[in-house]
Structure formats: C-alpha cells, structure tokens
C-alpha cells in the first residue's frame, strides 16, 4: 500500500470515526480525490480496506454508502471489549505479581500524563490490552476501539469523562497492588456502564 493510498485511508477513516460522513451517506471517489488533492486510485483502494472493516458498502460508479451503527453494535462491542480486555488482564496475572505491579505503576503513570479525554480514556485500556503481549488480540482491540470512536459519534451509548478517569484509576491501582479479583471486577462494572452490558465473566457470554 503506497503512502498516498495510507493518507486516503487514514483522512477518509477519520471523517467515520468523528461522525463527518454520517450513516446512510453516499460518499465518492471523486470527492476525496479532490479533498486530498490525489488521484481516484488509492481512493479506490481505501475504500477497499474500509469495506473490509465494514465502514463503507461500494457500489460501481456510484461510490460508496457508510454503513450505518447498528442498533445492537454498542452491545456487541461491549462484550467483545469484555473478553478481550478480562483475557488481557489474566494473562499478566499469570506473569506473577512484578507484571501486575509494572502495568499498575505503568497505567497509572499515563493517568497522570494524559488528559481524560475519549482518546485518552481509550489509550488506557489500548495500554492494558497491549501488556497481554499478543498482537493478534492487539489488533482485535485496536479495531473495536474504531468501533467505540463511532458510536461516540453517532451518540449511542454513554461516555462520562469524569466518571472514566476515577474508574480508571482505581483499576489501575487495584492492579498495582496485585488484587486480581478485584480489578477484574471493577474493569467488569466499567465496561457494563459504558456500554450498557451485563457484568459478567467472558465465559457467561458465549
């Protein structure tokens, strides 16, 4: 992928997650191509990628239409973030008590760093998936943030900045102090108030 083709994904990505191009919308080659100043070829092949990640559905000399939120998305993405980030948190448990207490010491050091902005909020949680030391689950994580992006956008759901950087950093001090339960509680009734979902353990949602 050339880096025009990177600037076409990356620009074109960011007017879906902040909610410019809004669902139902029908959107062109040709009108990115001259946002950008570029040729309609690496337009083409971003909005490739983004049908591949379900933002966009083509259709043949007409462009392309944004899929729109899903009712049940906030949900489905809620528990997604369940698994991934109750997995992410056993799998450094399981590294012993240095680990929890590096990632706790680590966490809390960002929270101090960083405004609690929505961007941050999710570079906190980005931090704690990212310990886990999988990439494919990194990756997995990074795609359903997009996902969170976008239902911020279209207001569905709920997102209290305040809420979030004190939750945060009783999570981040629970892990520092190696009480795994507990932090996995609290990462748990998080999540639910975010997104609207049951606390329960991964294996109860499958």
Request: aromatic share 6%; net charge negative; proline share 3%.
């Amino acid at each position: 992928m050339t880096q025009t083709t990177d600037r076409a994904y990356e620009w074109t990505k960011g007017q879906l997650l902040d909610g410019q191009f809004v669902g139902g919308e029908l959107i062109s080659e040709g009108q990115i191509a001259e946002e950008l100043g570029v040729s309609r070829t690496p337009v083409r092949e971003a909005f490739l990628r983004l049908q591949a990640e379900g933002f966009l559905e083509l259709y043949p000399k007409r462009g392309a239409i944004v899929v729109p939120v899903g009712l049940g998305e906030a949900r489905a993405v809620g528990e997604a973030r369940l698994m991934v980030e109750d997995f992410a948190l056993a799998a450094v448990a399981a590294r012993g008590a240095a680990a929890l207490s590096k990632l706790g010491a680590d966490l809390l050091k960002r929270l101090d760093a960083d405004s609690e902005s929505q961007l941050a909020g999710l570079g906190f949680h980005e931090k704690l998936v990212a310990a886990a030391g999988n990439p494919l689950i990194a990756d997995m994580f990074r795609n359903l943030c997009d996902r969170h992006l976008r239902l911020v956008a279209a207001a569905v759901g709920t997102y209290g900045p305040d809420g979030d950087a004190e939750e945060h950093r009783e999570l981040a001090e629970l892990i520092a102090a190696g009480r795994v339960d507990e932090a996995a509680t609290a990462l748990r009734r998080h999540l639910a108030a975010l997104f609207g979902v049951a606390p329960a353990r991964p294996r109860d949602l499958v």
